[in-house]
């Protein structure tokens, strides 16, 4: 790893091409730019290298802005200015960028200096080019600009719910602390109350999810495909593995990740002392053992999270620390704020922007370490040249944050005081690894699912989902009375709605994520050393070939998940 490249001390990128001063307020004002580009001529190599340096330029201005409307808007979804910016945008800018995209996409591919480029270090982007080009048609460009704006809506309806619990208005996040409650009353009152809040919704999420598919079907066959999962797996950039690898994670979940998470599910039945274990009781901690409780506010999460990333790696903690003195950072849960966490990249200013919903648990300590993960990555691949040199495959992203949870765990101490705390969460964290799995197989199945049956009935929709949700749920957790939530559990997943496929990344990210794992505990320095260098080369490999620098393989059939599997297994054992 290059040590030059160990400076979170980044700088937004000077502005060569667009002024300095400039701020994207309309179409009128940015298109003369776009303009410039498509009509300049290219004479030579050194023109074309010119020319790719002044688009990547404009590329992080235009991206920049949208990515803080959208910040903005998550961090109040109360204030309708915000939504309007953020709309207007999608609707008023992006479509007229598109034709322009797609012009200046065949500019450069048609460009015959393409052949003098360093075509190892352009093979990634080229082919991404190419793709684009292909996928490109203008009768999809005001459902795209429809579809940005609509999928916002999960954001704006999720972000009004709240539940009252003693007396007490509780977003449904901060909600979520009383399931850790000795109290197995009150675990299962707050329990059915959030899904009794969700399912005052249920209609109006029916409702947009039905409105999403249908635009999203039409958008595949307009491109000539026979459904929108096809159509989404080029888009994604999946060039590296099928539908068919998809089914066979499914069934290698089931083969070897469910058996684990019954025995995982017993284990905390015996340890509650209870005859069944029902949902709500699956976080809570037997009576006498206080729930994990590892910061009380925001600030004093990020005091912390320093403290650990300080210990594993300075740089880390140097890049959480740029952000905050950037103000990059919104950790707390509050009403009116959208759900969810996220790594937001600013392709300009190069330190991202980290979202989240902290509520004092222990699963926001893996939010705030996975969030920094994607973090650490945003700062890695901010050298490289080109803002399209930046966008990395999502398999590797979420290995950066995965890994980082699990990297980050021998340090965890900077939470908690007491060894005994320190072992559970550990514990917590590693069975949370396991247990995600199924929840993944399944998401993952029902997508497939939805857009292979596009005219689906809200009806049919349900019966589906029941089905691929009891093919991946223990049988060690007891539902019986719940069918009415179970049936709109779906609901709860943003990505349904707002990253339609963007969800199997997770799992196959996990397994790279263990195999890092394996690596660090085997050779800490190593291990930390080959994760840099993967995450340092940005989009500028393909898939296997970032998975190889980083000394994993790329590769998700049964017997390697069985392998991973049971590395946790006896991790867990010797906890």
Not at 22 to 41: G, H, S
Not at 155 to 163: D, E, F, R
Request: with cysteine.
């Amino acid at each position: 790893m290059n040590a030059e490249l160990l400076n979170a001390n980044i700088e937004k990128l000077p502005r060569k091409f667009v002024p300095a001063d400039f701020t994207l307020t309309t179409w009128e004002a940015i298109e003369p730019y776009f303009k410039n580009l498509l009509e300049r001529p290219i004479n030579s190599r050194a023109d074309l290298e010119q020319w790719l340096h002044d688009m990547s330029e404009l590329e992080a201005v235009v991206s920049e802005d949208a990515c803080w409307r959208q910040i903005k808007m998550t961090c109040d979804t109360t204030d309708k200015s915000l939504e309007e910016a953020f709309t207007y945008f999608c609707m008023e800018i992006q479509p007229k960028l598109q034709p322009y995209a797609d012009k200046l996409n065949r500019k450069l591919y048609d460009s015959p200096f393409v052949k003098e480029l360093d075509q190892k270090q352009f093979f990634t982007y080229l082919r991404n080019v190419k793709k684009s080009i292909e996928l490109f048609r203008e009768d999809n460009i005001p459902l795209q600009s429809e579809l940005s704006v609509m999928q916002q809506q999960y954001g704006v309806i999720s972000g009004k719910m709240t539940v009252t619990v003693d007396g007490q208005e509780y977003t449904l996040q901060q909600a979520s602390k009383f399931l850790e409650s000795h109290d197995r009353k009150l675990r299962e009152e707050v329990y059915r109350k959030i899904n009794e809040r969700r399912a005052q919704d249920k209609d109006a999420m029916n409702d947009l999810y039905s409105q999403l598919i249908e635009r999203r079907d039409k958008i595949a066959k307009n491109a000539g495909f026979d459904n929108y999962r096809d159509y989404r797996f080029v888009e994604l950039g999946r060039f590296d593995y099928t539908k068919e690898d998809c089914y066979k994670f499914h069934e290698a979940v089931k083969q070897h990740v469910l058996p684990l998470v019954d025995k995982i599910y017993e284990k905390k039945r015996k340890k509650l002392g209870v005859d069944t274990l029902r949902p709500w009781d699956t976080e809570a901690e037997p009576e006498g053992v206080k729930p994990l409780n590892p910061f009380a506010t925001g600030d004093e999460l990020l005091d912390k999270t320093l403290k650990c990333f300080r210990e594993l790696n300075p740089f880390f903690a140097d890049c959480i620390a740029k952000m905050k003195q950037l103000g990059h950072l919104d950790l707390e849960s509050r009403k009116g704020k959208a759900p969810g966490g996220y790594n937001c990249p600013l392709a300009e200013s190069g330190a991202p922007f980290i979202f989240m919903n902290a509520a004092g648990q222990m699963h926001d300590v893996t939010t705030m370490v996975h969030e920094g993960g994607h973090a650490v990555h945003s700062f890695l691949a901010h050298h490289l040249e080109l803002s399209a040199f930046k966008e990395y495959p999502m398999e590797i992203a979420e290995v950066a944050s995965m890994a980082m949870e699990l990297f980050s765990m021998d340090h965890w101490k900077a939470f908690f005081d007491n060894e005994e705390d320190l072992q559970r969460a550990k514990e917590h964290q590693l069975e949370r690894v396991i247990t995600i799995f199924p929840w993944i197989a399944t998401i993952d199945k029902f997508q497939h699912w939805v857009y292979e049956h596009p005219n689906h009935t809200i009806a049919e929709r349900t019966e589906n989902w029941e089905r691929i949700l009891n093919e991946f749920t223990s049988k060690e957790i007891d539902f019986s009375g719940l069918e009415e939530y179970r049936r709109i559990s779906w609901q709860r997943q943003l990505h349904l709605f707002e990253v339609p496929f963007y969800y199997i990344e997770y799992g196959i990210a996990q397994l790279g994520a263990i195999g890092m794992w394996m690596q660090y505990k085997q050779n800490p320095q190593k291990a930390l050393e080959n994760y840099m260098t993967a995450l340092s080369f940005g989009g500028t490999k393909t898939l296997p070939e970032l998975y190889e620098a980083a000394g994993l393989k790329f590769d998700f059939s049964p017997a390697h998940i069985k392998t991973l599997m049971e590395f946790v297994k006896s991790e867990m054992e010797t906890l």
